[in-house]
C-alpha cells in the first residue's frame, strides 16, 4: 500500500492549489481519507477527512469555507482544493487512509507535500 501526496508549491496569499493524494494497493473508495498538516515547530495536525460510502467531508474551522475535500473514484484520488491561501496554511501536507476512521493514527501515510504561502 502507497499513498503519495502531491500537488503543493509556492503560492501567494490569496492563492490557491490543489492537493493530491493517489493511492496504490488500496482503493480509496472504501477508506476515510484524511489531509493533516504540520508547520515549522508546531505539531501536525487534522485539516480535512472525507468519509468512505457517503463522503461526508469535516473541515477544521480555519480552512472551512476555504478548502474543499473531494473524491475521484476512477482515478483512486483525493483532492484538496485550498482557495484563498494564507501564510497561515503554510504546511507540510499529509494525506492518509483508514478502513476503521479519521485521526492521528490512522494506517496508512503518504509523503508530505509542501505548501508555502508568502508574498
Known amino acids: 500500500v502507497q499513498l503519495q501526496a502531491s500537488g503543493g508549491g509556492l503560492v501567494q496569499p490569496g492563492g490557491s492549489l490543489t492537493l493530491s493524494c493517489v493511492a496504490s494497493g488500496l482503493s480509496l473508495d472504501y477508506y476515510y481519507i484524511g489531509w493533516f498538516r504540520q508547520a515549522p515547530g508546531k505539531e501536525r495536525r487534522g485539516v480535512s477527512c472525507?468519509?468512505?460510502?457517503?463522503?461526508?467531508?469535516y473541515y477544521i474551522d480555519s480552512v472551512k469555507g476555504r478548502f474543499t475535500l473531494s473524491r475521484d473514484s476512477t482515478k483512486n484520488i483525493v483532492y484538496l482544493q485550498m482557495n484563498n491561501l494564507t501564510p497561515e496554511d503554510t504546511a507540510t501536507y499529509y494525506c492518509?487512509?483508514?478502513?476503521?476512521?479519521?485521526?492521528?493514527?490512522?494506517?496508512?501515510w503518504g509523503k508530505g507535500t509542501q505548501v508555502t504561502v508568502s508574498s
Open positions: 472525507i468519509r468512505d460510502g457517503d463522503n461526508y467531508t
Open positions: 492518509a487512509a483508514d478502513a476503521r476512521g479519521y485521526g492521528p493514527s490512522m494506517d496508512y
